[in-house]
C-alpha cells in the first residue's frame, strides 16, 4: 500500500530498548495495512557515542546522527515521533558504554576527565555533546501536555496500587539551604532589543577570562543567571550529616545529576567528600595520585583503588567502612550490593528517589533491607520547598489513596530548551576569585553578573518569549478540555510560580500579558508558588478533584514523576503529547526511571516487567494525529481500533508481572495485538481492514495457548543479548521474540495480502 503518512520511532536504551525489539515489528506490520510508514531512529547512547567518531571507525562500524535528524525534523512542521525513554548519561555510565563497545571492537578513545592537551580536549567536547539530558532539549520544540489518558486513571481506580502507610510521627523530612544557594543569588532580565553577548570572568586582579564567546538573545526572551556558594554547600552538609546522626534517620541525597549534568555532579562530589572527610583528608595524596573524582561518587573511588596493592586497597576500604559508624546511616540504593546513596549520581535521580519513598510511607532503605525514616537533603530551595510541602501534608493526612485521588497533569514549559538549568554550556565552576557577567557584545553593557569564590558554581539560562506564550495558551486549552474521568467538577489550573524569585517574576508578567488573548471564562486559573500550588493540589487531589499543575522546565520533569507515582504506582503509564511550535508532534512514552533494574531482572531470568502502556498511548495519539493531517481515513480506524484495544487490555488488567514465570512484557504485547485485531476486525467503516484482520484475530485466538506457552516457557534462566548500552540485535531479537507462532502470524501480516495468514 502506498504510504499516507510517517511515524518515527525512537530506539534508546536499557527497558524500553528492549520491548522495542518486539513491539515495534507488531506496530510495523499492523501501521503497513493502513498506508502508515515506520522509520527506526536510534538514539541510544551507545548510539550517540558511535555517531561522535565516524573517522576512528570502520565503515560498516560508522552510525548516523540520528539525534540531529531528528532535531531537524522537530522544527520542520513535519514531525510524528515517539520518544521512548532514554537514559541521561551520567560520567560514570558513559565511561561504562565507552568500554563496552571498545570490547566489543569499535575503536573509540576513552573519556578524557583531565584533559592535558588539545586532542583530549576535542574528544572530551565531542563526548560532551551525549553526556546528560543531551537528548529532550534537541527534540523538545514545543511544550508538555503530561497527563494519564482516561482509561488509564479509570484503570487505576479500579486496580489500585499499593501504598505505604504514613504516621504523624514519621521524621521523615526535607532539608535545603537557608542561605548561600541558587535562589539565594537569582537575577533575571527580559531582553528589550535582540543582541548577543558573552559569559566572562574577571578574576580579582582584573584579568578577563572569555568562557562563551557568543549567546543569542532575542527580543523579550528571559535571561537569568544564579550561583551556589560551595563553601556554604560543604557547611551545609556537614550539618545536616550529623544532625541525621542525632535523629536517628537515615542520610539521603537527592539531586538531578543527568538532566543537570554540570552542576548537580558538583554538588553531589562535595556531599561525597563531606561525608567521607576524614578518609579523603587521609588519602588526599593517594587520592590526587590515582585521579579519584568525587563527583562520580563513592563507585570512582572504589574502581581506582582496585589498582593498589592488596595491603593498602584494605586499609582504605576499611576506613570508608568506619566511616558509617561515625557518621551515621546512610540511605541505600541496593542494600543486597552494598550501594549506597553516595555511590554514583545518576542513582539518586530526585524525580524518581523522592516520589518512591513517598509512595513508601515516607521510607527509603537502610543497609539491613528494612524500611527507615530519612532525611532528604535537597540543597537548593528552588523547588525542595515543594517536595517538602507534600511530605508534611501526607504526615498530617495520611498517604493518598489510588481509588479516589484526584488527576495532577501537567503542562510544562520546555520548548527550544526554555529553563535548561545546569545543563548546558553556560554553566561554570569558577576558576578563581572573581566576578562572573554577561556582557553584551559591542557595547560592554553588562546584562547580568555575581561577584563569587574559587569553585562556586554559576550558571545561567534563557526562556524565549514564543514558548511562554504558546506554553500559556496550552494551559488554558487544557483546562479548557477538562478530559478526566469522574470530571463532573471543574478542573483548577495553577501557574506554580514564586513571587520571591527573580526568574518567575519575569515570567509572570508574561502570564499576566497572554493570559487576556485567549478565552479564560469560566475558568479556574490561579497562580501560586510552588510550596502553596503543593498544598492545594495536594488537598484537592485527596479529595478527588482535579488539578492542572502548570510550571517550568524542572518542576514539570519533577511533578511529572511525582503525581504519577502516587496515582498510578509509574510515571511509565502517562500520556506526554509535545505539540511542536512549528507544527507536528512528539509523543513520548513515559519515565525509565526504574529500567535498569528491568535490565538486570531480563538477563538473570528473561523475564522483562517494563509496562509498555506508554508506548501503546503514545502510538494511538501519534496515529490519530497523522491521520486528521493526512486525511487518512485507514488510519483514523487504525488509532480508533487501538484506543478501544487498551481499554480492553486494561479493563482485563494484562500488565507484566513482577515475577518469573507470570506474563511479562512480550505477553503483553500479545494481548494488545490480538485486542487490536479483533477491534479493527468488528469496525465496518474500513472493509479492507476488516477483511485483512478478521484472519489475524482468528489466528491469534486459536493460537493463544501455544503462543502465551511459548512466551512463559522461555523464562526462568539467564539470557544474554550481548551488551548493556549496545546490545547484539540478532541476540535481542530472538530473546525478545520467543515465540515461533506469533511471529509468523506478525511477519505474514506484514508481507501484505499475498502472504497466507
Request: some cysteine; charged content about 25%; glycine content about 6%.
Amino acid at each position: 500500500m502506498a504510504s499516507h503518512g510517517k511515524i518515527t520511532y525512537t530506539y534508546t536504551d536499557e527497558a524500553p530498548m528492549l520491548a522495542t525489539h518486539a513491539l515495534y515489528p507488531i506496530i510495523q506490520a499492523f501501521c503497513s495495512q493502513a498506508g502508515v510508514e515506520m522509520e527506526l531512529k536510534d538514539i541510544s547512547v551507545a548510539g550517540r557515542v558511535l555517531a561522535l567518531f565516524p573517522d576512528m571507525l570502520k565503515e560498516d562500524q560508522r552510525a548516523g546522527d540520528f539525534l540531529a535528524e531528528l532535531g531537524r525534523l522537530a522544527q520542520s512542521g513535519q514531525a510524528n515521533i515517539i520518544k521512548l525513554p532514554n537514559v541521561s548519561a551520567s560520567v560514570p555510565q558513559l565511561k561504562e558504554c565507552i568500554t563496552e563497545l571498545q570490547s566489543q571492537g569499535y575503536n573509540i578513545p576513552n573519556y578524557p576527565e583531565d584533559p592535558k592537551d588539545d586532542k583530549d580536549k576535542e574528544i572530551k567536547s565531542r563526548y560532551a555533546k551525549v553526556l546528560g539530558s543531551a537528548v529532550n532539549p534537541v527534540l523538545r520544540e514545543g511544550n508538555s501536555d503530561r497527563r494519564a489518558a482516561v482509561p488509564v486513571k479509570e484503570y487505576a481506580f479500579k486496580y489500585p496500587h499499593s501504598m505505604g502507610a504514613w504516621s504523624s510521627e514519621s521524621k521523615t523530612h526535607v532539608t535545603s539551604m537557608s542561605d548561600g544557594d541558587f535562589y539565594a543569588h537569582e537575577k533575571s532580565v527580559t531582553i528589550p532589543e535582540a543582541c548577543e553577548a558573552r559569559i566572562e570572568m574577571v578574576s580579582e586582579i582584573g584579568e578577563v577570562n572569555v568562557l562563551k564567546e557568543k549567546i543569542s538573545l532575542q527580543k523579550g526572551e528571559i535571561l537569568d543567571a544564579s550561583y551556589m556558594n560551595c563553601t556554604m554547600l560543604r557547611e551545609f552538609f556537614e550539618r545536616e550529616i550529623a544532625d541525621a546522626r542525632e535523629k536517628d534517620v537515615l542520610f539521603s541525597l537527592h539531586l538531578k545529576a543527568t538532566m543537570m549534568k554540570i552542576s548537580d555532579p558538583i554538588m553531589f562530589g562535595h556531599c561525597v567528600k563531606a561525608y567521607f572527610k576524614d578518609v579523603f583528608s587521609k588519602y588526599a595524596e593517594t587520592f590526587e595520585k590515582l585521579g579519584v573524582n568525587a563527583n562520580n561518587g563513592l563507585g570512582d573511588v572504589y574502581k581506582k583503588i582496585a589498582a593498589l596493592p592488596e595491603a593498602e586497597k584494605a586499609a582504605i576500604e576499611a576506613d570508608l567502612m568506619a566511616t558509617y559508624a561515625k557518621q551515621g546511616k546512610m540511605a541505600m540504593v541496593d542494600s543486597h550490593r552494598g550501594i549506597t546513596n553516595l555511590h554514583v549520581p545518576s542513582d539518586i535521580i530526585i524525580d524518581n528517589s523522592m516520589p518512591t519513598a513517598i509512595r513508601a510511607g515516607g521510607k527509603m532503605w537502610n543497609k539491613d533491607d528494612k524500611e527507615e525514616d530519612f532525611k532528604a537533603c535537597i540543597p537548593d530551595r528552588s523547588y525542595a520547598g515543594a517536595f517538602a510541602e507534600c511530605v508534611e501534608f501526607c504526615k498530617k493526612n495520611g498517604a493518598f489513596d489510588p481509588r479516589t485521588m484526584g488527576a495532577c497533569p501537567n503542562v510544562g514549559l520546555m520548548a527550544q530548551k526554555a529553563e535548561e538549568y545546569g545543563s548546558h554550556p553556560t554553566t561554570f565552576e569558577a576558576a578563581c576569585a572573581g566576578t562572573i557577567r554577561i556582557v553584551v557584545n559591542g557595547s560592554d553593557r553588562v546584562l547580568l553578573g555575581h561577584r563569587l569564590q574559587k569553585g562556586d558554581i554559576w550558571r545561567s539560562c534563557q526562556t524565549k518569549d514564543a514558548p511562554i506564550k504558546d506554553w500559556v495558551k496550552l494551559a488554558v486549552r487544557r483546562c479548557q478540555a477538562n478530559d478526566f474521568p469522574r470530571n463532573d467538577k471543574p478542573c483548577k489550573a495553577i501557574f506554580w510560580l514564586d513571587p520571591a524569585r527573580a526568574h518567575d517574576c519575569q515570567i509572570m508578567e508574561k502570564v499576566y500579558q497572554y493570559l487576556p488573548e485567549v478565552r479564560t471564562d469560566g475558568l479556574d486559573i490561579e497562580i501560586m508558588s510552588p510550596q502553596q500550588a503543593m498544598r492545594v493540589t495536594c488537598e484537592r487531589a485527596k479529595q478527588g478533584l482535579n488539578t492542572i499543575t502548570v510550571t517550568g522546565n524542572v518542576l514539570r520533569d519533577y511533578l511529572t514523576d511525582l503525581f504519577p507515582i502516587l496515582e498510578l504506582c509509574t510515571s511509565a503509564k502517562m500520556l506526554s503529547v509535545v505539540p511542536m511550535l512549528a507544527g507536528g508532534g512528539m509523543y513520548e512514552t513515559g519515565a525509565g526511571g526504574s529500567a535498569p533494574k528491568h535490565v538486570q531482572q531480563f538477563t538473570k531470568e528473561n523475564h522483562l516487567r517494563w509496562d509498555s502502556l506508554g508506548e501503546y498511548l503514545a502510538l494511538t495519539c501519534s496515529i490519530e494525529d497523522l491521520a486528521k493531517d493526512t486525511r487518512n481515513k485507514a488510519a483514523a480506524a487504525l488509532a480508533a481500533a487501538l484506543s478501544r484495544a487498551v481499554g480492553r487490555f486494561l479493563d482485563a488488567n494484562k500488565n507484566p508481572s513482577r515475577k518469573v514465570r507470570e506474563i511479562d512484557n512480550r505477553g503483553s504485547h500479545y494481548w494488545v495485538a490480538r485486542y487490536w485485531a479483533e477491534e479493527l476486525a468488528s469496525q465496518d467503516e474500513e472493509k479492507g481492514l476488516k477483511a485483512t484482520f478478521s484472519n489475524v484475530a482468528e489466528q491469534l485466538k486459536e493460537k493463544e495457548a501455544a503462543i502465551l506457552a511459548d512466551m512463559l516457557d522461555c523464562q526462568g534462566k539467564a539470557v544474554d543479548i550481548g551488551g548493556y548500552y549496545h546490545v547484539d540485535k540478532a541476540k535481542a531479537d530472538v530473546a525478545m521474540n520467543p515465540s515461533a507462532t506469533f511471529n509468523g502470524i506478525i511477519t505474514r501480516l506484514a508481507q501484505g495480502p499475498d502472504a497466507k495468514i
